[in-house]
């Protein structure tokens, strides 16, 4: 079965500083990628970053970057110099080779100024 | 381009009663999927799509019926609406392929009385 964890439920930064969004993930597959979505107050789903289950190097998409530990099932969002607008609900999401996402249940990031 | 839309944005139904959210996108992507989004549960697949013509099961698709005659677009029916399906629902749509991200539609806010 495939399956999304995110343990952090909430999260707290300062503003300017880096925070860590814990994911990990499980899934028999060989080949799968990963993804975060930003949801704002407003509510639509934003796509961040992605990393494919083959991608040796971690990505990084401006001021996030993912930080992907395959034997460990793990792919972490790192946020870096945090802002205010970064506060939302940030969710980990992961695709497998049938073509079927799996989110998890997201992390409330509140970024204090 | 539009992207992804749906319609309604909010709706109000009592129990029994029946009805379609629809969902169309102008980006000519294969995959087309729809989600319910419930506090603390993230985003769970009821149904999803890999072509016109071809329509499967994804975690919680009892009580919702699909079809999918175009691209464009990808209705979901509530046959008989329950309290349960009290939820926000999104449509989305990717190209086929791990790597590829999703994008979404802006939600509907169904409250079923």
């Known amino acids: 079965a495939q399956k999304i964890t995110q343990t952090q439920p909430g999260m707290f930064v300062q503003e300017k500083e880096a925070v860590t969004l814990d994911c990990t993930y499980d899934?028999?597959?060989?080949?799968?990628?990963l993804f975060w979505y930003k949801q704002p107050s407003s509510g639509e789903m934003i796509f961040l970053i992605y990393?494919?289950?083959?991608?040796?190097q971690n990505a990084t998409e401006g001021r996030y970057s993912l930080n992907f530990q395959k034997a460990r099932k793990s792919a972490n969002l790192v946020i870096s110099a945090s802002q205010l607008g970064d506060s939302a609900m940030y969710f980990c999401?992961?695709?497998?080779?049938?073509?079927?996402?799996?989110f998890g249940t997201g992390t409330s990031l509140t970024v204090i100024p | 381009n539009a992207g992804v839309t749906q319609t309604p944005k909010f709706q109000v139904l009592k129990t029994g009663q029946s009805m379609t959210l629809q969902c169309a996108q102008d980006?000519?992507?294969?995959?087309m999927s729809w989600y319910r989004q419930d506090p603390g549960m993230g985003l769970r697949l009821i149904h999803y799509?890999?072509?016109?013509?071809?329509?499967d099961q994804g975690e919680v698709p009892n009580g919702y019926n699909v079809s999918r005659s175009t691209t464009e677009d990808f209705p979901l029916r509530l046959l008989s609406a329950a309290p349960s399906q009290t939820s926000v629902y999104f449509c989305?749509?990717?190209?086929?392929?791990?790597?590829?991200?999703?994008?979404f539609g802006p939600g509907t806010r169904l409250t079923v009385t």
């Open positions: 980006m000519n992507h294969e995959y």
């Open positions: 899934t028999s597959d060989q080949s799968y990628g």
């Open positions: 990393q494919g289950s083959y991608d040796e």
């Open positions: 999401a992961m695709r497998n080779t049938g073509n079927q996402f799996y």
């Open positions: 799509s890999v072509g016109a013509g071809i329509t």
């Open positions: 989305a749509s990717s190209s086929p392929g791990l790597a590829y991200e999703q994008y």
